[in-house]
């Protein structure tokens, strides 16, 4: 299998060339270029074990010396800079003398079991040994030797084997450099040395199984147990992962149709190489005994399931809707898109809907995530996106993040944040809960802005009203790129007392001093950038939120070059792709408005059939309405709402409610459990298409085995359409594509073909940005002149009271990816088998609660019960759980609380009490109970119950 080009030493950029000779060629490459790396870049190979062009040069092995023309000794090439004129000698009988007795050390102390190594044919140190042409080994097994020590197999993906460990420190300087976790480092000397974990094993240490340690490693000492088990791979195909927003580039390597390991790739212009333990390990759930590959039908959600044919699960259906629709109407129907789909499926489905249902019912699960982003960001920079790359946080010399943890929720772009602030840039942090990166040995924030769950809009105007008060304020910048009118009304607003820290610190529990501070480090820091996720677009004023972000880096002139920006952390792969291709009920493809005459006839013509101009219904909207018996039938491609929405008896009641609710998914997941008809979806190995990432990057999706249900998920929405009379006539996603380039201006210019040319695109993507748009509003803003918006905080109705005297608030974890269907189903679990409830030691203390008490938790809306972990990692009055696993019911007590502006739901502020309990909840028993018959009736191995 071809491997990705390994050049030692990681590129170097400069504006001035260097021209010198290696064995004889001119060479010319960038200043300050390693002359391992110029050697490489022209064929030249030199050996190497220590080196590798993901880290920093380290100089250990000496395999790689060289000869140089008026030096003295044996320089290391990784380690050494080209100078102009220099002649380099990389093949000399004395280099050759040397790097066999190099390697020949390297051997006396290493299992000479290569037949049955599971690295037999990806091994440096065996290519290594061949290359310097080592025949013989003189040193003998009998002195003092590591080739007894103890295996490491304590991780669920990897086994350390120190046996074979040549201590290159590669592994180490992954975990340092690459991602920033420190979790490895080399113990002993000399002969001694070896590397070690901190704790005695990986499990128990810090490792948070990212994979960059195996990925280094040269030899079989960090290796893959699938690998171990099933053998090396023969071939690869380039994908994306399908996990968080920051969408990493993978090779998945193959022999056959099995994948045998997912390999980070080097050239992803998201990830660099990089990886976390989700798509590095997690894609186990693809073949997972779970998978539902057959069609299913039924009548009532108390019958049980029938597997069908597609022709008469299809069928039956397109009967059902068109039965539904004639008795009640066409706005009876509606669909609802995933963020973990294609483009190419959510563009169909969308379609689907707005030329054969007849309507614009058409709603996403970026509906309950980032909506009030794309609302805040088109109302005042005129665009739905995010405004960078990740790589543009290295120009950053300020970074503040708001209402996100990358650590957990976008682990592979904070690997690469922290590598700045270890370069010294200074970091602000606004959350209720102390995140990773408040306080870490190698990072810390320099300000943690720690306010109440709820008051965001009463720190962006505090924030605000120091930098406008204090004269920080890019007036030049405002000047010449926004509306001056709107800027001086927003001025002369934050510039009121009651907006100042002091006359908001009751209100956000935001120190004014610290606050001042923050807003002085942001304005006048350089650089400076926001990052941002759900704790900001979670709530009911969340798009005044979004906008008040906007309005801070227009204010001090941070938007629309390298190192700042407004920056939205999507929670899914393709939250900004499905928004993209219009799943929204107000919005066509392209964000334009369904009451746009212009655009609308421009989708008319193309699709043939008359279109509405009335905005559909939004998930709430369907929800209530089917309550209410006026809204009959759901099409629910990739999305669980029965899990993922706040209230969640709430929504179960309208799946009942309803009466043919069709789920397309991998899994008999929640909402499943109340549907009618189950088609089998692939999963994104079985599939090609794109998504679309946070920083609005295109990367392609291939299909790299058969799909296990017969058909992409595209194909599936396809053959529906065609049953209710409307062909989609579609060879390949690719067609979908170009047709959505041809309708999408800010697609016009892409193409599968494109993709494999560029690897990924950002857009826009158009004639004028033929290669896509890195960087948005460079010169001016989408809209013309940036619009600034008034926020007035306005407290939420969801209030602390003497029955519920605690804010909940909720988020995500490492291992464990939204609801959890995918990464339960793999060895993930190991790190988080269940949802706990966060609680400050002082709550705990005056409840009577210990460590690994049950306790249960009560709001307005239910009751759950959940084990309690005892933190200071939340403020007194708060406490904190994530929602992976349905069991746990985290949305049975939110409530149906939403932004004012989108209907995104508050879950990040829901006013509960707590206390000791010794059972489960009434809702979880009745869970229990019915999530156990509907297994049985699916035909499914009853310990699916458990997964579940």
Partial sequence: MDKQMDYGTPAV??????????????????????????????????????????????????????????????????????????????????????????????????????????????????????????????????????????????????????????????????????QGTFAL???????????????????????????????????????????????????????????????????????????????????????????????????????????????????????PWQEVSWDEAINYAASEITRIQRQYGKDSVGAITSSRCTNEEVYVVQKLVRAVFGSNNVDTCARVCHSPTGYGLKQTLGESAGTQTFDSVMQSDVIMIIGANPTDGHPVFASQMKRRLREGAKLIIADPRAIDLVSSPHVKADHHLKLRPGTNVALISALAHVIVTEGLVNEAFVRERCEWDSFVAWRDFVAKPENSPEALEPFSGVDAEELRAAARLYATGGNAAIYYGLGVTEHSQGSTMVMGIANLAMATGNIGREGVGVNPLRGQNNVQGSCDMGSMPHEFPGYRH???????????????????????????????????????????????????????????????????????????????????????????????????????????????MTPKNGMEDWEITARLSTAL??????????????????????????????????????????????????????????????????????????????????????????????????????????????????????????????????????????????????TERVQPGVVYTTFHHPESGANVITTDNSDWATNCPEYKVTAVQVARVTQLSDWQTEYQNFSEAQIAFAGLPADVAATE
């Fill in 13 to 178: 950029i400069a504006d001035k060339q260097v021209t010198l000779e290696i064995d004889g060629r001119q060479v010319t490459v960038a200043a300050g270029t390693s002359v391992m790396r110029a050697s490489m870049e022209a064929g030249i190979t030199v050996p190497k074990l220590c080196a590798t062009d993901s880290l920093e040069p380290f100089g250990s092995c000496r395999l790689c010396l060289v000869e140089i023309e008026g030096r003295r000794g044996y320089p290391a090439s990784c380690t050494t800079p080209v100078d102009a004129g220099m002649k380099v000698h990389t093949q000399t009988p004395k280099l050759a003398d040397i790097r066999r007795g190099v390697m020949e050390l390297y051997i006396s102390d290493h299992p000479l079991d290569c037949l049955t190594c599971a690295a037999n044919g990806d091994c440096e140190l065996q290519d290594m040994a061949g290359a310097v042409g080592l025949r013989e080994v003189r040193y003998g097994y009998e002195g003092e030797n590591h080739l007894k020590a103890e295996k490491d197999t304590s991780n669920p993906y990897f086994t350390f084997d120190p046996s074979k460990c040549i201590v290159c420190s590669r592994c180490v300087r992954a975990c340092e450099e690459t």
């Fill in 725 to 870: 009379g409307y062909p989609m006539e579609y060879q390949h996603a690719s067609d979908i594509m170009d047709e959505i380039a041809r309708l999408t201006p800010t697609f016009e210019g892409v193409s599968f073909a494109k993709l494999d040319e560029l690897g990924s695109i950002q857009w826009p993507c158009n004639d004028t940005h033929p290669n896509g748009t890195p960087v948005m509003h460079v010169d001016e803003f989408v809209r013309g002149k940036g619009k600034f918006f008034i926020t007035q905080y306005v407290p939420t109705s969801e209030k602390v009271t003497a029955r519920f005297p605690l804010i909940l608030t909720t988020g995500r974890i490492l291992s464990q990816y939204n609801v959890g269907a995918q990464t339960r189903r793999t060895a993930n679990v190991a790190w988080h088998q269940e949802d706990l409830i966060e609680i400050h030691p002082h709550d705990a203390e005056e409840r009577g609660i210990q460590e690994g008490d049950w306790v249960g938790i009560t709001s307005r809306a239910g009751e759950t019960v959940l084990r309690a972990t005892i």
């Fill in 594 to 704: 369904v009451s746009d005459d212009e655009t609308r006839a421009l989708f008319e013509q193309a699709w043939g059939r008359p279109l509405s101009n009335d905005p559909g219904l939004r998930i709430p909207n369907m929800l209530d309405l089917a309550g209410e018996g006026k809204f009959k039938a759901i099409y629910c491609n990739g999305e669980d709402i029965a899990q993922s929405d706040p209230n969640t008896q709430h929504v179960t009641h309208a799946l009942e409610s309803m009466e043919c609710v069709i789920v397309q998914d991998l899994f008999l997941n929640e909402t499943a459990m109340y549907a009618h008809v189950f088609f089998p979806g692939a999963s994104f190995l079985e599939k090609s298409g794109t998504f679309t990432n946070a920083e609005r990057r295109i990367s392609p999706v291939r299909r790299v």
């Fill in 185 to 303: 480092t080399i113990h002993g000397r000399g002969f001694d040395s070896k590397v070690a974990s901190g704790t005695g094993n990986f499990m128990d240490s810090e490792c948070v199984s990212c994979g960059a340690c195996v990925q280094a490693c040269p030899t079989a000492t960090l290796m893959e147990k699938s690998v171990i088990e099933q053998g090396l791979p023969e071939h690869s195909v380039t994908t994306t992962c399908a996990y968080c927003g920051v969408g990493c580039s993978f090779n998945a390597e193959m022999r056959g149709e099995e994948v045998i390991r997912m390999v980070p790739n080097k050239d992803g212009g998201a990830n660099h190489g990089h990886s976390c333990v989700k798509g590095r390990f997690a894609w186990g759930y693809t073949t997972h005994k779970d998978r539902i590959t057959t069609p299913m039908i039924r009548k009532s959600i108390k019958d």
